[in-house]
């Protein structure tokens, strides 16, 4: 502040949402296999990916990282890959107006009709209405 003297009253912002780094868009878990596998999908999930791409990019066999990931997050590869796109897709549609079917395939969605199906059975809305939503407390 250049010598200034501080205010007497704190200036208070109000907060703008967190931003996730890729490095650290996974769990810290204490299974070396489980979070080799989250670090793939953190990668990877804007990809074509399924359990078995997973297993084979960190030399696992899928039956055995089925097994860690039931043990160690109590659910199967499939949904992790599935929560990253979601989360994805979220920030997405909460801070940018690119078109659904663009956001679709960027976070591995493929089609608008896929990241739809998943939005309401997940989160009970369309992602359209989740933008709406997301940006309307936005400016509030």
């Known amino acids: 502040m250049a010598g200034q003297e501080p205010p007497a009253e704190p200036i208070r912002l109000a ?3 967190l931003v996730v780094r890729e490095s650290t868009d996974f769990f810290a878990v204490d299974n070396e296999l489980v979070a ?4 793939y999908i953190s990668a990877h999930s804007h990809q074509h990916i399924g359990p ?5 990019a960190i030399g696992a066999e899928t039956r055995t990282l089925q097994n860690h990931f ?9 949904t992790e890959i ?16 690119r ?4 956001i679709a395939h960027d976070v591995g969605f493929g089609t608008i009709q896929r990241l739809y199906e998943v939005f309401r059975r997940e989160l009970g809305m369309s992602p359209g209405e989740y ?3 997301r940006q309307l407390k936005g400016k509030a």
């Open 15 to 17: 907060p703008e949402g």
């Open 36 to 39: 080799a596998a989250l670090a």
């Open 52 to 56: 078995d791409d997973v297993a084979r």
């Open 70 to 78: 039931g043990k160690t997050l109590n659910r199967p590869i499939a």
């Open 82 to 97: 599935r929560r990253v796109r979601i989360e994805r897709a979220k920030r997405e549609l909460a801070q940018s107006d």
């Open 99 to 102: 078109a659904l079917a663009v």
């Open 131 to 133: 933008r709406e939503q």
